[in-house]
């Protein structure tokens, strides 16, 4: 059944067709929940929020974007509306952890369930601006009217989620600290 088929079925609220949507896209939306959210309960209550959306929603896709791309705007949306109702502060580092320079070869050796592991790690303000910006592609003054926030602060934020990753790739492998390197 193409992506076509399936849409037009979930409009006319078929089951098998609103059951087949779930199965070809929760597991790729529930991985995108998990790198938002604190745990795996928040994410699976993001996961069936999004999708009340989406079927809420499916008269109103225009199909100017791929129904995978659609669904996950949504998700993401979700996502943000659990970060808000959490009410929590962006935290930031140190002013010594801030001045480190970052290099991202240090992710090219990492497997990707590593670095998964070392985003969810981030705190909570700086892995929504890192997933939004590096993975969704959103762009900095998207991020701040979608969070409230500036687009210095996005921009900030990313800054210090990349910081934050090399700390954590240094704790991992002293040897990928550039200031350990001979000279």
Same mark, same amino acid.
């Given at each position: 059944?193409?992506?076509?088929?399936?849409?037009?079925?979930?409009?006319?609220?078929?089951?098998?067709?609103?059951?087949?949507?779930?199965?070809?896209?929760?597991?790729?939306?529930?991985?995108?929940?998990?790198?938002?959210?604190?745990?795996?309960?928040?994410?699976e209550?993001?996961?069936?929020? &999004?999708?009340?959306? +989406?079927? #809420?929603? *499916?008269?109103?896709?225009? !199909?100017? %974007?791929?129904?995978?791309?659609?669904?996950? /705007?949504?998700?993401?949306?979700?996502?943000?509306?659990?970060?808000?109702?959490?009410?929590?502060?962006?935290?930031?580092?140190?002013?010594?952890?801030?001045?480190?320079?970052?290099?991202?070869?240090?992710?090219?050796?990492?497997?990707?369930?590593?670095i998964?592991?070392?985003?969810?790690?981030?705190?909570?303000?700086?892995?929504?601006?890192?997933?939004?910006?590096?993975?969704?592609?959103y &762009?900095?003054?998207? +991020?701040? #009217?979608? *969070?409230?926030?500036?687009? !210095?602060? %996005?921009?900030?934020?990313?800054?210090?989620? /990349?910081?934050?990753?090399q700390?954590?790739?240094?704790?991992?492998?002293?040897?990928?600290?550039?200031?350990?390197?001979?000279?």
């Amino acid at each position: 059944m193409t992506d076509k088929e399936l849409l037009e079925g979930c409009k006319r609220e078929d089951r098998i067709c609103q059951r087949e949507l779930w199965n070809r896209y929760s597991k790729k939306l529930f991985a995108l929940c998990q790198r938002y959210c604190n745990n795996t309960e928040e994410a699976e209550d993001a996961l069936m929020e &999004s999708f009340v959306k +989406i079927y #809420d929603n *499916l008269a109103k896709f225009r !199909g100017d %974007s791929s129904l995978e791309t659609w669904m996950r /705007r949504i998700t993401v949306n979700q996502c943000i509306n659990k970060i808000r109702a959490r009410k929590h502060v962006l935290d930031s580092l140190t002013e010594e952890e801030y001045h480190l320079g970052f290099d991202d070869q240090g992710l090219n050796n990492l497997q990707v369930k590593e670095i998964l592991l070392l985003i969810e790690s981030l705190p909570v303000g700086y892995r929504t601006v890192f997933n939004m910006y590096a993975i969704e592609g959103y &762009s900095h003054k998207e +991020i701040a #009217d979608e *969070l409230g926030i500036d687009e !210095g602060t %996005s921009r900030s934020q990313f800054s210090k989620a /990349r910081k934050a990753l090399q700390l954590a790739l240094i704790k991992q492998n002293p040897s990928a600290n550039p200031l350990n390197s001979p000279s």
